[in-house]
């Protein structure tokens, strides 16, 4: 069964409107969810860590958020730079070894 | 500091011939995991190393798969009469694995075609 469901599939804005991305997940418990951004031909850069429900982490533009069961990055008044595929991943707290990947979201930011 | 590489970044074999993958993990990062990544899919399990020990193999998808480590450092990831459907770009991160984080930190991929 999925573990990890990424909403949208693809997302388009224009330069400076607003949005979440989505993440959830169905792991029994949880020892750390993950946020990647993947360029076209390139591999996944880290951009954040969260490990507990209420949790919130900013860089730049982004802010990931954490619940019980999802996880959502909002972007404020995006750029067109920030186009990229966002990829979500949980790592099992019964099993260290064990990272779920979401399919990711695929945002498209035109100017 | 240095990142993840991988090695080479593209590859074009013809089906049933091996081909070899390299990874250079993160001085000093323990763990090391390899993926695979199909188009428009998510990132798929293959194996795990914990310094030269491979204690969850349980995503390698037959027998013509393989991987080893050695000196806690770079690893080979072996598919030996490679098909058409393993075409797909293969990822390796490292991690620290401490006690407070695990995040791991992904090479650029080798693109794998079988042709």
């Known amino acids: 069964e999925d573990q990890v469901t990424q909403s949208p599939e693809a997302l388009r804005l224009q330069e400076g409107e607003s949005s979440s991305l989505n993440c959830s997940y169905t792991v029994s418990g949880l020892r750390g969810l993950f946020w990647y951004r993947q360029d076209p031909g390139k591999g996944p850069e880290f951009l954040f860590t969260?490990?507990?429900a209420g949790e919130e982490k900013e860089k730049e533009r982004l802010k990931a958020t954490l619940t019980k069961k999802e996880s959502f990055l909002h972007i404020t008044a995006p750029k067109p730079e920030d186009s990229a595929t966002y990829l979500c991943a949980v790592q099992d707290r019964d099993n260290f070894n064990k990272f779920y990947f979401g399919s990711g979201t695929k945002l498209n930011v035109k100017p | 500091g240095a990142g993840v590489s991988q090695s080479p970044s593209n590859k074009v074999t013809e089906k049933g011939k091996d081909v070899e993958l390299r990874c250079d993990p993160i001085?000093?990062?323990?763990?090391l995991y390899w993926y695979r990544q199909s188009l428009g899919q998510g990132l798929e399990f293959l194996i795990y190393f914990q310094g030269n020990s491979a204690p969850d193999k349980s995503g390698l998808p037959s027998d013509r798969f393989s991987a080893e480590r050695t000196g806690g450092s770079v690893s080979t990831l072996t598919i030996q009469r490679t098909q058409q459907e393993d075409s797909a770009v293969y990822l390796c991160a490292s991690s620290l694995r401490s006690a407070s984080t695990d995040t791991q930190y992904f090479g650029p991929g080798t693109r794998l075609t079988v042709l």
């Open positions: 969260l490990y507990s």
């Open positions: 001085s000093g990062h323990t763990a």
